[in-house]
């Protein structure tokens, strides 16, 4: 322990995962020491503590909750940025949107959910797709919900404000469906369009999802891979039960869904899966038999 550096004892390093564990299912590897230190010791400073054995006991009492809502912030990874992964969006342009659209014109409810959003560069990107191929989306019934854990960031992401640099690496014709004119303040504002289009809201994987679904198109990337195969799967399921029956489920590149929805769910494209076309026939013949009611 350097000079000047809080105590994190063993106890309170296992008892801080075991924690977060539960309240998030995100596992810390047990050589996290530093990742705890470096996130939260301004924290214990901040509420006046001696050591991390005291903060524990803080963020345990009821009187620490609030402190607790910090300490899950500042332990989240919130890595983003617009059209992260590009090839879901070339997939979503081209073989999802187009039809989506189409049931939007004809009266259909079209949900769109970025599940993890971080500070909503993801939901801003769909929403700008969307209005890029068809302007008039807002006088329809489609909206995008984005959901996380991290309060901070859901505050950053309904601000709609991001530094200049976030443009880094977007396509030059994107960054007029994102972006008002320059306002002169060094800022990038999300026009309002898209704002208007969009919905933040806090959503823990691990609690009841407060969501109604169906959604017809989900994006749920780089989050489940901080948690463990348990979580992680529980998170998968949890989709797929909220995924409208033609929908389609975008996961991070390093993700998997594993074994337990091989039966509903195929690779559609790379990391993205549909229902395979014999369960649509299978739901679609109980329906015409009447043995589905809905
Ligand atoms: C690395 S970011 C991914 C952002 C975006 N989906 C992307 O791929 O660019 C992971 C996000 O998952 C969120 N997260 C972690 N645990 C969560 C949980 N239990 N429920 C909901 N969101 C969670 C974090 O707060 C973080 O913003």
């Not at 809080?6 to 810390?28: D, E, V, W």
């Not at 809201?201 to 017809?216: A, C, D, T």
Request: glycine share 8%.
């Amino acid at each position: 322990m350097g000079r000047g550096e809080i105590l994190l004892s063993t106890t309170a390093f296992n008892g801080i995962r075991a924690l977060l564990k539960s309240k998030t299912g995100i596992h810390l590897e047990e050589s996290s020491n530093s990742l705890i230190l470096s996130r939260l010791s301004s924290r214990v400073r901040r509420q006046k503590l001696p050591d991390f054995d005291a903060y524990l006991e803080h963020v345990c009492t009821p009187g620490g909750a609030q402190e607790l809502v910090q300490m899950i912030n500042a332990l989240t990874t919130n890595t983003t940025r617009f059209f992260r992964e590009p090839g879901h969006f070339d997939l979503l342009k081209t073989e999802v949107l187009p039809n989506l659209i189409e049931k939007a014109k004809r009266g259909e409810r079209i949900r769109l959910w970025s599940a993890a959003c971080a500070s909503g560069e993801e939901a801003y990107s769909i929403a700008a797709l969307v209005l890029d191929i068809f302007p008039d989306a807002l006088d329809f019934d489609i909206r995008i919900l984005g959901t996380d854990i991290d309060t901070h960031m859901l505050q950053h992401a309904k601000t709609g404000i991001y530094p200049k640099r976030s443009m880094n690496g977007v396509s030059e014709p994107y960054i007029g469906t994102l972006f008002e004119a320059d306002r002169g303040d060094g800022k990038l504002h999300i026009r309002q369009s898209l704002k208007d289009m969009t919905t933040f809201r806090y959503l823990n994987f691990v609690e009841p999802w407060p969501v109604r679904g169906p959604f017809h198109v989900i994006f749920c990337r780089n989050a489940a891979i901080y948690m463990d195969p348990e979580t992680q799967s529980r998170i998968w399921q949890g989709l797929e039960n909220v995924l409208d029956q033609e929908g389609t489920l975008f996961i991070g590149h390093s993700e998997r869904i594993g074994a337990d929805l091989a039966l509903q769910l195929e690779l559609f494209g790379p990391t993205s899966f549909r229902r395979p076309l014999s369960f649509l026939g299978q739901n679609m013949s109980k329906k015409e038999r009447g043995d589905v009611t809905t």
